[in-house]
């Protein structure tokens, strides 16, 4: 299965690349999850549906050929992670890759995420961008752990 993640926004602090390269070496090689970042658009004199319209097609050229498209939103599914990992479970078997968008500071485009298969909260609190990366890596982990039996995730 291939897992992308496609975020706005370039510059991680320190603690997250360190986090995000952690979890990204602990997948197998059957699981192989990519991480890419498209360029925030400079805020000046512009208004959020031209920015947001702006960053979506950054994310559209960087999308993989015929993704199954999971769009983070506020407005989305609110999954524990098990559900979660049913979740991938049907997704993967479409056999698309799988490709999660994080939206920068605005969000996500509105027409961006009406072509995405399904919207997802990560949570309901508002999370910086860089903690939002880190999270979702870390779930997918998680959701491997649970998949496989692996001891990372404990009920």
């Given amino acids: 299965m291939k897992i992308c993640v496609i975020a706005v926004g370039q510059k991680l602090p320190a603690w997250a690349q360190v986090a995000l390269d952690d979890y990204t070496k602990r997948f197998p090689p059957e699981w192989r999850v990519t991480l890419k970042s498209v360029k925030t658009q400079a805020r000046e004199g ?5 920015l947001m319209a702006m960053e979506a ?6 999308l993989p050929k015929d993704p199954f498209i999971v769009a983070l939103d506020e407005r989305g599914a609110n999954l524990t992670t098990q559900a979660l990992s049913e979740e991938l479970k049907g997704w993967s078997a479409m056999g698309q890759d799988i490709v999660f ?3 920068g500071p605005d969000g996500l485009d509105p027409e961006l995420k009406s072509r995405a298969h399904q919207l997802l909260r990560l949570s309901s609190m508002t999370l910086p961008h860089a903690m939002v990366r880190v999270m979702l890596v870390e779930q997918l982990y998680r959701v491997w752990s649970i998949q496989n039996s692996h001891p990372y995730h404990r009920e």
């Fill in 46 to 50: 512009q208004n959020a549906s031209k």
């Fill in 57 to 62: 097609e950054r994310i559209l050229a960087s």
């Fill in 101 to 103: 968008l994080i939206g």
